[in-house]
């Protein structure tokens, strides 16, 4: 506390504590609470970036969850686990012999199409 007084007498005309004039760009800050040793890292992020889920701890290097008011976030490992593709996703909804019957149908479409710009461009 004396320091600090004693600092902005010193350097008062070059008001280093002001931050009168100073444009700040928006920011907010994110709390990520680690499981492993409960301490909390604040980071401040732009306001219009999008805080990731995790961030490491800077107290002892584990994943720190992002919290949203006084709760982390729940972040779904079980979708990481599965890590279904896109494909996966498709393969359930449609058998094999489904798709390469679209697969046909889109080629026979596709050659069509392209058959008939040969005719226009001509
Ligand atoms: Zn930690």
């Known amino acids: 506390m004396a320091d600090r007084s004693l600092r902005g007498m010193r350097l008062g005309a070059q008001s280093l504590q002001s931050e009168e004039g100073v444009v700040f760009s928006e920011r907010t800050r994110s709390v990520y609470l680690c499981p492993e040793c409960n301490y909390e890292t604040a980071l ?4 219009d970036a999008e805080a990731p889920e995790t ?3 800077r107290h ?4 720190a969850v992002l919290m949203v ?3 982390p976030i729940v972040i779904d490992k079980s979708d990481q686990k599965q890590a279904r593709t896109h494909w996966d996703m498709l393969l359930e909804r449609r058998s094999r ?3 390469e019957e679209l697969l046909e149908e889109r080629l026979s479409f596709l050659r069509e199409r392209r058959g008939l710009n040969k005719k226009v461009g001509a």
């Open 69 to 71: 008011g006084s709760e």
């Open 55 to 57: 961030w490491e701890c």
């Open 44 to 47: 401040m992020f732009a306001a």
């Open 60 to 63: 002892c290097g584990h994943e």
């Open 97 to 99: 012999e489904e798709l």
